[in-house]
């Protein structure tokens, strides 16, 4: 298993482009979910899915956009990037909900991502 | 809304020495998670603490839940270079929802 993959691990974006992160799992695992993180800050849930078709907001979903037409994959879309969505990104995966209380979520190595 | 405040905010101790790390919610916890990362790197999962009162071990890792459930521990005996990295504890947003927050971190340094 390769468990939860993210490309690519660097990007240096200018203000106004529009990029795509992907994530992808390979445990079959139901619920995928996007975070940022901040220097010297916790990670903020961006977006999150509880199986494929089914996409819900978290904390901070503004200037992003997800999709989920497999199990396997959810990326994540900038559609105009601007410096505040500088950070790093993580993707990560659980079988069940995190409200079971019951699972944990696997996460992927990062995006870290650069807007100038 | 809910937060998850730890502390301290950074660590520096020598190899060898024991160290503790908290984890304290605004609002009663209904599942704590610990998380270790390493600079760069993903998270990896360390231990899952349910119930008031519990206390899980893995290693020299020992992580505790207060009855009160509002707030967590994390004790490292004889820390090693191994140990260094952040570490951070996340809680469901809700019970009975699927979001999540995490606490803004404790970085640790373990010197050889």
């Known amino acids: 298993n390769a468990g939860v993959t993210q490309t690519p691990k660097f990007r240096i974006l200018k203000i106004g482009q529009s990029m795509t992160l992907q994530c992808a799992q390979d445990m079959n695992h139901n619920y995928m979910y996007w975070y940022r993180q901040d220097p010297g800050m916790g990670l903020k849930l961006i977006y999150y899915s509880v199986g494929a078709g089914i996409t819900d907001k978290g904390e901070v979903p503004n200037g992003y956009n997800v999709s989920r037409s497999t199990t396997e994959d959810f990326p994540l879309r900038l559609e105009l990037a601007a410096p505040s969505q500088t950070s790093v990104y993580f993707c990560a995966s659980s079988y069940g909900g995190l409200a079971d209380n019951t699972d944990t979520q696997y996460f992927g190595p990062g995006t870290r991502l650069t807007v100038l | 809304s809910q937060e998850l405040e730890q502390s301290p905010q950074s660590l520096i101790v020598q190899e060898g020495k024991n160290l503790t790390i908290n984890c304290t919610s605004s609002k009663t916890l209904y599942g704590l998670y610990w998380y270790k990362q390493k600079y760069g790197e993903g998270l990896i999962f360390l231990m899952m603490?349910?119930?008031?009162?519990e206390e899980k071990s893995h290693e020299k890792i020992t992580a505790k839940l207060d009855e009160k459930k509002q707030q967590s521990s994390l004790h490292i005996t004889a820390s090693q270079p191994s140990h260094a990295g952040i570490y951070l504890c996340?809680?469901?947003?809700?019970?009975?929802?699927?979001?999540?927050?995490f606490g803004t971190g404790t970085r640790l340094k373990v010197l050889a």
């Open positions: 996340g809680a469901p947003y809700l019970s009975g929802t699927y979001k999540y927050i």
């Open positions: 603490l349910q119930k008031g009162g």
